[in-house]
């Protein structure tokens, strides 16, 4: 979900996940004869050092300008006061600021997750037991896991509604990329370990926010209104929208070739 989830739900540029990365040339290369190399090229490297990104010292982190670098890479970067993005040459000027400031690009951690669900050579550890390889990803954990964690699955009430599919035989698909979404935490310094599970759509904040951030400084007041609703919802009916909006422009263009023809 979060290849369009990182859009729909992240506003503003400290939440927002889909980085600089052109959805019309990600479906050209995600198209029916998928080509896991050229994927790889075109989104799955570090600009800087030409490594592919992964989910510990080189995972993808997003600049102002919204580029994305690896998070060693990046750290270099911004040792200096001031630094210039490599792509797009923008200047930024930075003191007593960390790596960890920059947001994580979740749009291309989650792409990367699908590269490796659907590359036979590609061998995936459990996320949650050490040397044991995945068989299978929970949608709701966000995580690869093994077969003993996929049997605790199915028999423990703490995962009772959780959806879990095999990577045996995975079809690496445009249609598959929101299955491995990534959980979008909060980046308040004391709420880091929360998931951002709900939305405030009051017209001053629409920004997702975790249930600590509701209880704190997203109640509805007389001075500032707050509408906090789930995020899933406005994730369905972003979509909705946005699938809408598609098949209107698609529509467009139709008639205008049609009218070009005459």
Known sequence: MDMLYGMVANETPRYRNSYKVDVSSLSKAMSAAVDIEELKKQFLECPICNELFNDTDRHPRVLPCLHSYCYTCLKTLIEQSKYTCPLCKSDFFVQNISVDSFSKDNTRRDLLDFVRAGDNKSVIQCDECENE????????????????????????????????FALDGF????????????????????????????????????????????????????????????????????????????????????????????
Not at 138 to 152: E, M, N, V
Not at 188 to 201: E, P
Not at 207 to 225: F, V, W
Not at 243 to 254: A, F, G, H, P, V
């Open 171 to 262: 079809e690496l698909s445009m249609d598959h990329v929101s299955e491995f979404r990534h959980a979008g935490m909060c980046s308040l310094s004391n709420h880091q370990k929360n998931q951002l599970t709900l939305f405030c759509a009051g017209p001053e904040c629409q920004k997702p926010i975790c249930y600590s951030c509701c209880l704190t400084c997203h109640m509805p007041t007389n001075y500032k209104k707050h509408i906090t609703r789930d995020i899933e919802e406005v994730y369905t009916e972003k979509i909705k929208s946005m699938k809408e909006n598609k098949d209107k422009i698609l529509k467009t263009e139709k008639e205008l070739a049609g009218l070009s023809k005459v």
């Open 133 to 164: 390889k995945a068989i299978s990803r929970c949608k709701d954990c966000f995580r690869f896991i093994c077969k003993s964690c996929q049997a605790a699955h199915k028999t423990m009430k703490t995962f009772s509604g959780h959806e879990v």
